[in-house]
């Protein structure tokens, strides 16, 4: 059964910093891997989507990695701000299932000006 | 159109009333999820629509009870619901299930109470 797990489940910072989420997954037979953003109480944001082929994926301040034989994916994010403060969630698909999401419980991050 | 569009924004329901819950998309997806989300968890999976026919039934009460009448819209039918059940409702639409076209889209949800 695949498992995914975020650390930290919290993390605070001031702004400008440049931070790091994780992700790791029990079972390495993903087809890809997406993050989400999601602000309390409201839907959740594609952020980024990476294949299993791919090694990482940009777009803007956000960079996302994936190491699939450690079952890992980092998102990174650069020079952080007030408004990036949410819920970060990592999602799965699995082979023999890729309309399923297997989620993480989530990284809340807060951005102190 | 890149939107996954939710109505009503807010419900709140008795155990007795009938209800329903719409997703709409505009965006020529072809498969269109429900999820519920209880508060600090994750999303939960309930149902999947692939080309309008349900393809994943995540073994959900039949209280609740999903249509598509089309490729762009979803429903969720809800009756003689449970207070447990007071939850975000989540849609989601996706090109398709595949690999290469199974990136989901969310809505704003729903804000489900039920008394």
């Known amino acids: 059964k695949q498992e995914v797990t975020q650390i930290p489940a919290a993390l605070s910072v001031p702004e400008g910093e440049n931070l790091v989420l994780n992700c790791s997954f029990t079972?390495?037979?993903?087809?890809?891997l997406q993050w989400f953003r999601q602000d309390p109480g409201k839907g959740l944001t594609s952020l980024l989507l990476?294949?299993?082929?791919?090694r990482e994926q940009t777009s803007g301040r956000l960079n996302a990695s994936l190491d699939k034989s450690s079952g890992r994916s980092t998102l990174y994010i650069a020079a952080s701000q007030p408004g990036d403060s949410a819920t970060y969630l990592c999602a799965v698909t699995r082979r023999g299932g890729s309309e399923k999401l297997v989620f993480g419980k989530g990284t809340k991050l807060t951005v102190n000006p | 159109d890149t939107e996954v569009t939710q109505t009503p924004k807010h419900l709140v329901m008795g155990m007795t009333n009938k209800k329903s819950l719409k997703c709409e998309q505009h965006?020529?997806?072809?498969?269109m999820y429900w999820y519920k989300q209880k508060a600090k968890k994750p999303p939960e999976l309930m149902f999947v629509y692939s080309y309008e026919k349900l393809s994943i039934n995540e073994s959900v009460p039949s209280r609740f009870s999903p249509e598509c009448p089309n490729s762009s819209l979803l429903n969720l039918h809800l009756h003689a619901l449970q207070p447990e059940d007071s939850a975000l409702y989540l849609c989601?639409?996706?090109?398709?299930?595949?690999?290469?076209?199974?990136?989901?889209?969310f809505g704003p949800g729903t804000r489900l109470t039920v008394l």
């Open positions: 990476i294949q299993s082929s791919q």
């Open positions: 965006m020529g997806h072809r498969a």
């Open positions: 079972d390495s037979a993903i087809y890809n």
């Open positions: 989601a639409s996706s090109q398709g299930v595949t690999p290469s076209s199974n990136e989901q889209f």
